[in-house]
């Protein structure tokens, strides 16, 4: 018979996973910096992969998995072929493939997040908020769009959709939903207005993209300990 994961052993496991985290992204977003392309691509690819194990740790117990933790780990792992599938293309190729991955991973975020809809800003004032952020990257892409306009409508609407609801599960995923909102539309201003961000947009957009990552999944695992709470 195996003997059960002790609290203590799971709880060095989620650190060294969150340290591993912490290094390789530091590690990216330097590699960003000074153009060491080898080395950004070797860390891209491993940085998801290691984030989705500390979730894993992180949410181990005598209570299994939620349902939000599933989603959560499925959208990281759509993530992390975003992360490392398209560099197998180029041109619109290569952009639509991670558009359409990624695309898989706001779906599977939104569809765990909505369950807690009620919480989230969805029906309250506060949604003008992300609206009038959708319609001003709207405004500023669709000119330079061209015929990847419709793809670009239909990505950024589930990427706003999901943030809004991100906003249903804690503070800590709400920012992580924002921030990774921000980092999808630096992608689109630089694909078609222009990079206004410049200089360093690599760096720009991943620092944002690792940390909405993060705070999404670190906002999970809280929501996942909180739900266990009186349980243990």
Partial sequence: M???RSPL???HTVRAAGLLFGVLSAGHLAAQLTGAAGVAQLTQVLLMPVLAAA???ATAGARPRSR???LVLVAL???WLGDSVPG????DARFLTMVGLFLCAQIAYAVGFWPVRRRSVLRRPALAWYVLAFAALLAACAPGAGDLLVPVVGYGLCLTFMAVLATGVNLTATIGGAVFFVSDGLIALGAFAGGSYQPAPGFWVMSTYLVG???IAAGVVRAHSDEAAPIA
């Fill in 55 to 57: 979730v894993w740790f």
């Fill in 88 to 91: 197998l293309f180029t041109g």
């Fill in 68 to 70: 939000l933790v599933r």
């Fill in 77 to 79: 792992g759509f993530s």
């Fill in 9 to 11: 052993s799971a709880h």
């Fill in 2 to 4: 195996t003997q059960a």
């Fill in 213 to 215: 990552q993060a705070m």
